[in-house]
């Protein structure tokens, strides 16, 4: 009878045995490198608003006109030659 526990025990030894190495290798192994945070987060994108229709755009993508010293942003040559949505 102890011949039969003994032998389950070796059986489950050894079906435990390479997972229990593979954990216990887990921390000696190299660290994935974190991520730079230059990666991660997009370039800081300054958002303008529309004079005419009032969207929300990228200032890369803004069409700027300079009226009596002050700059108005389109999002779109149709809107800049519209001009600014009147209030
Ligand atoms: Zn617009």
């Not at 954990?23 to 921390?27: G, S, V, W």
């Given at each position: 009878?102890l011949?039969y526990?003994?032998l389950?025990?070796?059986?489950?030894?050894?079906?435990?045995?390479?997972?229990?190495?593979r954990?216990?290798?887990?921390?000696s192994?190299?660290?994935?490198?974190?991520?730079?945070?230059?990666?991660k987060?997009?370039?800081?994108?300054?958002?303008?608003?529309?004079?005419?229709?009032?969207?929300?755009?990228?200032?890369?993508?803004?069409?700027?006109?300079?009226?009596?010293?002050?700059?108005?942003?389109?999002?779109?040559?149709?809107?800049?030659q519209?001009?600014?949505?009147?209030?």
């Open positions: 009878m011949k526990l003994l389950a025990l070796a059986l489950i030894w050894l079906f435990y045995s390479p997972a229990l190495r954990q216990l290798h887990k921390p192994a190299p660290p994935s490198p974190p991520p730079t945070p230059e990666a987060t997009p370039p800081v994108q300054v958002m303008l608003t529309c004079a005419h229709c009032g969207i929300h755009f990228p200032q890369s993508e803004a069409l700027t006109l300079t009226h009596n010293g002050q700059s108005q942003h389109y999002c779109c040559k149709a809107h800049l519209t001009g600014p949505r009147s209030r």
